[in-house]
């Protein structure tokens, strides 16, 4: 009967020391796959960026592209995106300040969900054209970042489908042809591709469009 009892506890001291690895693997998990941020606080302010160049932020790498046209890569002389002391996008300063360029933020592993403050200066035609890309899809349109609230984009071989979602206000009284807002991209959790995720998107407008705290998670 001892000897059973001692058993009895051996198992039961195994069972409790597998539960407890397995309840700090889960842990770690929820840890790792958490959200990362850049706010562009390293680079000096002024600090420029021209098309080639890259910025390596904490989760990603940022490419910068040159900007296209419905006719083409634009012509426009030395564009460049620019770290600057600024709150137009609402986040603390700095932040990065880009026109006739496109930021391309490749993560470090395709994520599931990516947010970024924004601030667009429409102008007084409201037609600014635009450059956006997702999962290997690329768009180009004129008029505001809220055209693509809803949609979703991305190619299958490439990540799949993300849903792209745009909270805008615009701001009248202040900078009446300023909009600011939230953009959110979210892998679409309908389709259940081995590879599912976001790899890469690309931002890029016609007119100055600033960008802060652009968080990923995994």
Request: glycine fraction near 8%.
């Amino acid at each position: 009967m001892k000897r059973l009892k001692q058993q009895q506890s051996a198992i039961a001291s195994r069972t409790v020391a597998v539960m407890g690895a397995f309840i700090l693997a889960l842990s770690g998990s929820v840890v790792y796959a958490g959200t990362q941020c850049y706010d562009f606080s390293g680079p000096a302010p002024d600090t420029t960026y021209q098309v080639g160049q890259t910025v390596n932020a904490k989760h990603s790498v940022i490419h910068l592209h040159r900007f296209q046209t419905e006719n083409g890569p634009s012509t426009t002389p030395n564009p460049e995106a620019r770290i600057v002391n600024s709150v137009l996008s609402q986040g603390q300063v700095p932040s990065l300040s880009i026109s006739q360029i496109v930021t391309q933020v490749v993560p470090q592993k395709r994520v599931q969900r990516v947010t970024l403050k924004f601030a667009e200066n429409t102008g007084l035609g409201d037609n600014q054209l635009w450059n956006f890309g997702v999962n290997g899809e690329q768009r180009i349109w004129h008029g505001q970042l809220a055209h693509l609230n809803g949609q979703k984009m991305g190619q299958a071989n490439v990540g799949g489908r993300v849903r792209v979602s745009v909270d805008a206000v615009p701001d009248s009284q202040t900078l009446p042809t300023w909009v600011r807002g939230t953009l959110t991209l979210e892998a679409d959790p309908t389709l259940p591709l081995p590879n599912r995720g976001i790899q890469t998107f690309s931002i890029g407008r016609s007119s100055t469009l600033n960008i802060d705290d652009v968080c990923v998670t995994e």
